[in-house]
């Protein structure tokens, strides 16, 4: 049963840690995006990639946050330092194009890091 | 720049009811896809649909049916004969020349006994 998994579930820590966040994606599949829900601003993009590379990181605060895909089987979403701010559930989702086509076929979305900074 | 708008925020209906969402999307993109997607009170994203921009077909599935209109940027969801269980938020979705998926602000609905 292929799913995209994150870890960790549940994060608490204090205001100033480095708070880091990894996706696993499915196997095979080549793009990778990381989203941010919060009550007040919904679902929000922060990255993707394609094939490991970056391609839109721009709703990302960028003094802190960063994400990189080492190899094809990580990803990862840094925040440092951590604000209460922050606290929100963070998705990674994974998918791959139809042929022919930029556009993403079905995204599969993990379940989730839950991030609360205190 | 492209935008997903879902102005209904909150429904709620009586099980059996029948349920429309909205969803009204901007765009000048001519080719994109169209997504519902559900999330349960448990939290993860469910996909439930993906449209083809050159397809408006409606589709149905089961109790499901949705109503793509590329003359008015539509693409509505329908719940037929509501569940208890259809309780969650619903978020559409746009996708076009850039890959990246632009959600709406998510619709609550509440399916009572």
């Known amino acids: 049963d292929a799913r995209v998994t994150q870890t960790p579930r549940h994060k608490v820590t204090e205001m100033g840690q480095e708070v880091t966040m990894r996706c696993q994606p499915i196997l095979g599949h080549n793009t990778v995006f990381w989203y941010r829900q919060t009550m007040m601003q919904g679902l929000e993009l922060l990255a993707y990639f394609r094939n490991r590379a970056p391609l839109d990181d721009s709703g990302m605060p960028k003094d802190r946050f960063s994400a990189e895909m080492p190899d094809a089987t990580l990803a990862t979403l840094k925040i440092q330092p951590s604000e209460p701010r922050d606290s929100a559930v963070y998705f990674c989702a994974s998918g791959f194009p139809d042929r022919g086509s930029v556009l993403p076929g079905e995204l599969f979305f993990g379940e989730g890091s839950r991030l609360t900074v205190l | 720049a492209q935008k997903v708008t879902q102005a209904q925020t909150e429904i709620s209906v009586v099980e059996k009811e029948d349920v429309t969402l909205d969803c009204v999307y901007e765009t000048r993109d001519t080719t994109y896809y169209l997504f519902w997607y559900k999330q349960p009170p448990s939290g993860e994203l469910v996909f439930l649909i993906r449209r083809n921009s050159f397809d408006e077909q409606n589709e149905i599935s089961g109790r499901y049916s949705w109503n793509f209109q590329k003359s008015t940027s539509s693409f509505n969801f329908t719940i037929t004969a509501s569940q208890v269980v259809d309780s969650a938020v619903y978020f559409c979705?746009?996708?076009?020349?850039?890959?990246?998926?632009?959600f709406g602000q998510g619709t609550t609905l509440q399916v009572k006994p």
């Open positions: 979705a746009y996708s076009g020349n850039t890959g990246k998926l632009i």
